[in-house]
């Protein structure tokens, strides 16, 4: 099936610092997503990213947080700066026609704040 | 907002058997359903999905019942097999989707 990539599988940063995960949807989707996931519990929605803009944001999705995707590269989500509470895996997804559609996922980056 | 409900948290069956997972939702807006399926420390894997224009879908030996005026929908796995062990998700979906807590079913060869 269509395959997201998440760059990187892991990081380990310490707290305050800035992270950046990077997700390669798949290559005709024009929705993004960001959602996060602590300890194989919930799916929790963060973000959703359509023609440039945020589209709807969750009440996790924080001031320190943003999401871009400059000239149709990868679809970043930039911590800035880090807190222990945001140690989760985060999952990015992407679909076709919007949040009607079925989305796929990523493999997930397992965020570690010290 | 929406919120979505999983009934059981875990679900253990033997193989062969089949297995009913039950969620229920809130809001009236919600008009797609998706099932996600999750294994030990890997992504979300789309599973089947329903949309509220219809009451049943089936695919080969999963089915999705949707009950609008209950707010309730729920997955049918037949034949249950080793590898059907998973976290399974509902969610119910209008501009975002909600997820469910999740269950995890174990089939027992």
């Known amino acids: 099936g269509p395959k997201v990539l998440q760059i990187p599988s892991h990081q380990i940063i310490d707290m305050g610092q800035m992270v950046t995960l990077n997700c390669d949807p798949v290559s005709n989707h024009l929705y993004f997503y960001w959602y996060k996931q602590i300890l194989g519990q919930q799916m929790e929605f963060l973000v959703n990213f359509y023609n440039g803009k945020v589209m709807e944001k969750s009440k996790l999705f924080k001031d320190q947080f943003s999401v871009e995707r400059p000239d149709g590269s990868y679809f970043t989500l930039k911590i800035q700066p880090t807190a222990l509470e945001d140690s989760a895996v985060y999952f990015c997804?992407?679909?076709?026609?919007?949040?009607?559609?079925?989305?796929?996922f990523g493999p997930g980056t397992r965020l570690l704040v010290l | 907002g929406e919120k979505v409900e999983q009934h059981e948290s875990t679900l253990s069956v033997r193989e062969g058997d089949s297995a009913v997972i039950n969620c229920t939702y809130t809001d009236t807006a919600s008009s797609y359903f998706p099932w996600y399926k999750q294994e030990a420390g890997k992504s979300l894997h789309f599973v089947i999905d329903i949309r509220s224009n219809v009451d049943r879908k089936q695919s080969q030996r999963l089915t999705v019942l949707l009950d609008k005026k209950a707010k309730r929908f729920s997955l049918h796995i037949t034949a249950t097999q080793p590898e059907d062990s998973a976290i399974y998700f509902c969610?119910?979906?209008?501009?975002?989707?909600?997820f469910g807590d999740g269950t995890q079913l174990v089939v027992k060869p």
């Open positions: 969610a119910a979906s209008y501009n975002r989707i909600f």
């Open positions: 997804a992407s679909s076709s026609q919007g949040t009607q559609d079925t989305q796929y």
